[in-house]
């Protein structure tokens, strides 16, 4: 079983930056694939990014493309997602994820979810 706790939401302005942490206990992350997926108000819950165990193998949204990144540390068994240059529709709770084996853009892939942090990008 792996719990999981993300943290680092909060308010910025249009053009800012935050970064996300995701921390892991329970077991050792380097045997999951991770993912970051987001949920607007009145929307689905949609893929963000994910990184395979060792960080070879990385997939963005296009949405999100050239502004957000996402990496992880083993050995501190954490996952980050740093998001630039924020957009009024990034506005979401953003939950971090982890699967077994492969990673994938689907949802429905993942075993493992978060509580969700709160992102809320406003002027």
């Known amino acids: 079983q792996v719990q999981l706790v993300e943290s680092g939401g909060g308010l910025v302005q249009p053009g800012g930056s935050l970064r996300l942490s995701c921390a892991a206990s329970?077991?050792?992350?380097?045997?999951?694939?991770m993912g970051w997926f987001r949920q607007a108000p009145g929307k689905e819950r949609e893929f963000v990014a994910a990184i395979n165990w060792n960080g070879g193998r990385i997939y963005y949204a296009d949405s999100v493309k050239g502004r957000f990144t996402i990496s992880r540390d083993n050995a501190k068994n954490a996952v980050y997602l740093q998001m630039n240059t924020l957009k009024f529709e990034d506005t979401a709770v953003y939950y971090c994820?982890?699967?077994?084996?492969?990673?994938?853009?689907?949802?429905?892939?993942?075993?493992?979810w978060g509580q969700g942090t709160q992102v809320t990008v406003s002027s």
């Open positions: 994820a982890a699967r077994s084996y492969t990673i994938t853009t689907s949802t429905s892939d993942y075993n493992y």
């Open positions: 329970g077991r050792t992350l380097s045997n999951y694939g």
